[in-house]
């Protein structure tokens, strides 16, 4: 098993890599920004897990207009993502979301009214993710709140682990719909949109958007009154 340290220093020495997307230009990148523009509206609070060198999290403070916190699990993407990717409704933290440690009464306090996971999810060890990253979702959730995760195609992943696994990166998982479907509900979120698309290839990537029950039954309730 990968352990956080060896996660954290791949990533850490991916930044070369990362940099090649600075300036949004990366095709998918331009996908997830017309979703959000859909999702994220000005002044809403946003966590963004899982944010590497904060493209995405740029994106949303500057071009939503709205108060973005972001957080990845490498101090170096961090650094540069505070350097080269700044904002004045944007801050960035070092956090392991999938940690389980005791949260302060200060971080409980705080719910987000829109929490992305953007190229993050599949990077996260499946067991280490039911443990405990939903549950870390959860915490810092709302009625309100909508969850946006954007991440391959189950059969994508499982074809390049079987024949290109020289291509995937330290932990690259496949998270079937129905499974990810699944976990969400049980943390309380239903799915309110998935998308399958390709940039290379047809069936490549999933966006999900999810909401809690009451959120959806409150839209009934506005239409029908």
């Not at 979702?137 to 195609?153: G, K, M, R």
Request: glycine share 4%.
């Amino acid at each position: 098993m990968v352990t956080k340290e060896e996660i954290r220093e791949y990533y850490s020495n991916f930044l070369e890599h990362f940099k090649n997307d600075q300036g949004g230009t990366n095709p998918r990148h331009q996908k997830v920004f017309k979703d959000l523009r859909k999702i994220i509206k000005p002044n809403m609070k946003v966590l963004d897990i899982g944010c590497g060198t904060g493209v995405t999290s740029l994106f949303m403070a500057e071009e939503c207009d709205a108060f973005t916190h972001a957080v990845d699990i490498s101090p170096v993407l961090i650094e540069y993502a505070r350097r080269y990717n700044s904002h004045k409704k944007l801050s960035y933290s070092v956090q392991d979301v999938v940690a389980g440690n005791p949260l302060s009464t200060e971080q409980l306090s705080l719910y987000y009214e829109v929490i992305t996971v953007i190229d993050c999810l599949e990077h996260i060890p499946i067991e280490n993710a039911i443990d405990n990253f939903f549950n870390y979702i959860t915490t810092f959730s709302s009625n309100e709140t909508v969850v946006y995760i954007n991440i391959p195609d189950s059969r994508f992943i499982n074809y390049m682990q079987k024949y290109h696994p020289d291509k995937l990166q330290i932990v690259d998982e496949a998270w079937a719909s129905y499974a990810l479907i699944g976990e969400m509900s049980y943390h309380g979120f239903e799915l309110t949109n998935l998308e399958i698309y390709g940039l290379d290839v047809p069936v490549q990537y999933n966006s999900y958007v999810f909401a809690r029950e009451e959120t959806i039954n409150s839209g009934y309730s506005v239409r029908f009154s």
